[in-house]
């Protein structure tokens, strides 16, 4: 099996186990989020080794050259050894937290002002740096010409980062953030196609910002917003998607909820209430944002009703609970 070196200790690769998999399970701890490949917050570099390629690929090929690496997805066919990646890497802005609202008992509204230009589109994500290391991302609600960059937290129990953001950090105090990442944003260059948008929880927080843009844009396509939660109070900005929907005659918003508790909105899970609205998606655009397993599921089914496996687009997170 592969060894990894790391501040001179060595740790034996088990079968099919990404490094960040073999570190972590001995004890070390590397910054990490989506465990997917994606917010790059993993990224190491390897001084001795070859990593695969797979575990390179997002990166600029200056990083590449230079042997950085992505750990979560790294699984080593060679002995590697491994130093964490420097801040040249991934460089950070800081931004000043300007506004804080909760939007319900454990949604929190956070939006940020980036004190040098920081460029992004509506429904990417950035990285949130807190001073002891731990990284989360997040994906970017609003439009660059809002003048903040917007966040929907949701409360984790015993999450160490949405702790922090609900409870301990204040207006005026300032953090460290790196991106934009991701792919998952309005496209304008086929104003008329129709787009079907698909969110669990905060999941919304990239429709809400890719819904704007693409309405911003004058699209002319149908628009179609499914929002759903286990319970009502996990749905927010209920009042303001019914506002923008009667402003927008190619707008419409449902709102879905799966368990019992359900005040009159759709029953049952929000992708399976769209598809069953919508079983044919020839020529969509299919956005899909929130838990892994819907989106993973979804993406399946969106392409078997009809839709390119090039107009779905999605980032995929795993929630940490640490």
Known sequence: MPKITYSEQSYECRLDESVLECLTRHGVELSYSCRAGVCQS??????????PADAQK?????????????????IPSEDLTVTPADDSAMPHVTA?????????????????????DFDFRAGQFI??????????????????????????????????????????IAIGDRIDID???????YIDTAPEQNLMLIGT?????PLWGIIRDALANKHQGEIRLFHGSHSNEKLYLIDELQQLAEEHSNFSYTPCVSGP?????????????ALSQFPKLDGWRVYLCGHPDMVNG???????????????HADPFTFSKH
């Open 261 to 273: 508790e359900n005040e009159g909105h759709s029953a049952g899970r929000a992708n399976d209430v």
């Open 58 to 74: 997002g990166l600029k090929p200056q990083l590449q050259q230079q042997g950085y690496f992505l750990a979560c997805v790294c």
């Open 179 to 185: 991106g934009p990442h991701g792919e998952c944003f």
């Open 42 to 51: 993993c990224m190491c570099r390897a001084t001795n080794g070859t990593p």
């Open 201 to 205: 929880g905060t999941g919304l927080a």
């Open 96 to 116: 000043t937290l300007i506004d804080k609202t909760a939007l319900k008992p454990r949604v929190m509204r956070l939006r940020l002002k980036p004190e040098a």
């Open 127 to 168: 990285n949130l740096h807190r001073d002891d290391g731990l990284i989360r991302s997040y994906s970017i609600a609003s439009l660059p010409q809002d003048g903040y960059i917007e966040l929907h937290v949701e409360h984790i129990e015993g999450g160490k980062m949405s702790s922090w953001l609900h409870d301990d």
């Open 298 to 312: 979804t993406k399946k089914k969106a392409f078997l009703a009809g839709t390119s496996f090039n107009d779905i």
